[in-house]
């Protein structure tokens, strides 16, 4: 099953830095048509995004959200750590008799790897900021996106 939290939580909060430097407001309900994802999905990811400081919220009729620090001091990697939490980019086997020679070895060898893989994906992410991202997704051609109503940010839809 794919685990859409990490892409779901990076638009999103590009959407709130986007709304910002543009003054708009945003909410959770905005984020929810822009992303077309299920707002009870994005009030989700909200709760570990907030408890990490990376989002701050206020409820309330003229509520928004906004980034809860510079988008220059949030890391891709701090944002997918938020939302993924423990969970592994790869799970490996439950322990298997050992039976033969590959029985016995692989599931500590591909968690071996596996683990080697998370790590340069961590670093990669570290590498980005939400601010050099957002500049990033600003250079994009954004023909054929449609204004968010209340916002007028175009996003483009999905195909």
């Known amino acids: 099953m794919l685990d859409y939290r ?3 939580a990076l638009q999103m909060v590009l959407s709130v830095a ?4 543009s003054g708009e ?3 959770s309900a905005i984020l929810a048509y822009g992303l077309e994802a299920n707002p009870s999905f994005i009030r989700k990811l909200m709760v570990p995004l907030t408890r990490d400081g990376i989002i701050v919220s206020t409820l ?5 959200i906004h980034l809860g620090r510079p988008a220059e001091e949030i890391t891709l990697r701090d944002i997918y ?7 592994k980019l790869w799970a490996s086997r439950p322990d298997v008799p050992a039976r033969c020679v590959v029985s016995a070895n692989a599931c500590w060898y591909f968690k071996s790897i596996s683990e080697e893989a998370e790590q340069a994906s ?6 980005h900021t939400v601010a050099s991202a957002l ?3 600003k250079r994009a051609d954004t023909s054929g996106c449609d204004p ?9 839809k999905a195909d």
């Open 81 to 87: 750590l938020s939302v993924i939490e423990d969970k």
């Open 148 to 156: 968010v109503p209340e916002l007028d940010i175009p996003y483009k």
């Open 6 to 8: 990490f892409p779901t």
């Open 60 to 64: 309330g009729r003229n509520g928004s």
């Open 25 to 27: 407001r945003s909410t």
């Open 18 to 21: 986007m709304a910002e430097q």
């Open 122 to 127: 961590l670093d990669v992410l570290a590498r």
């Open 135 to 137: 500049e990033e997704v």
